[in-house]
């Protein structure tokens, strides 16, 4: 999605770390919200239905009423997605979360979008996924003193991540369809890339994501996002660069 469309949008979605999506709500129309949404997952069904999604009020003057907020949380699951959580916020919020029955988890929206002089002390809590999603198998990059980077040197296969911390990370060879790949930094992929790939996990807006074949279900940068239906298919299974300018996500081939 280019920066236009989401300016015009009553929602603005960016995906985290652990796959979890935040829906900062820009504007609190509720029918719009959940038409947005069932657009999504209408474009992306394999990523975006049932997929876990944090609802985040951080972005409107007022937190919203009870009846208002339930309401789109209704709306969002008749869309297709699954709202497990509110995004931290104020006091408001906390109360609204527990009127609705829904964890606060301040953690996600610490990582990836910092709330610039919050004095209120963030709990960390770990966001989860979807119900009834598959188990993943985790691969953490250990720190090291001076190492330069992560290097993955088998197929990163369906159903695993590899997650580079405070680095970049390079896979030498596949990125296999339901896969996923993080890092804190860029990602550098030398074989084809066919599942996810999320760089600047932490919020390094001037990550960037190499791959010499391009099928990307989806890729991210500072959780600025795009699905394969949104990528011109002239570059499909080409050598791309995935960058962020002025919070567009931008997609080139590479000569």
């Not at 405070?166 to 596949?174: G, H, I, K, Q, Y």
């Not at 807006?205 to 991210?220: M, Y």
Request: glycine residues 10%; hydrophobic residues 50%.
């Amino acid at each position: 999605m280019n920066a236009a469309m989401d300016f015009e949008q009553a929602g603005e979605l960016k995906i985290g770390q652990v796959g979890v999506a935040n829906l900062r709500v820009r504007t609190l129309d509720v029918a719009r919200l959940g038409a947005e949404m069932r657009d999504r997952v209408a474009r992306a069904p394999k990523l975006f239905a049932r997929a876990a999604v944090i609802v985040d009020f951080g972005g409107l003057a007022a937190t919203p009423d009870v009846a208002t907020a339930r309401a789109l949380i209704e709306a969002l699951r008749g869309a297709g997605v699954l709202p497990v959580a509110l995004a931290w916020g104020s006091s408001d919020n906390e109360k609204l979360a527990v009127e609705l029955g829904l964890p606060l988890l301040s953690k996600f929206r610490a990582q990836y979008e910092p709330v610039a002089g919050a004095t209120e002390a963030a709990p960390a809590t770990a966001a989860p996924r979807a119900a009834e999603a598959p188990p993943v198998a985790v691969a953490k990059a250990a720190p090291a003193g001076g190492e330069p980077g992560t290097i993955q040197t088998a197929p990163v296969r369906s159903g695993q991540q590899v997650y580079a911390e405070n680095r970049d990370l390079t896979v030498l060879s596949a990125v296999g369809a339901g896969a996923e790949v993080i890092a804190d930094g860029s990602i550098h992929i030398y074989g084809p890339l066919r599942g996810r790939a999320l760089a600047g996990a932490q919020g390094n807006e001037k990550a960037r994501i190499f791959c010499r074949a391009f099928h990307a279900e989806l890729v991210a940068v500072a959780g600025h996002y795009k699905v394969l239906e949104d990528i011109p298919k002239e570059l499909h299974g080409k050598p791309v660069q995935v960058w962020l300018d002025h919070e567009e996500l931008k997609i080139a081939a590479l000569d």
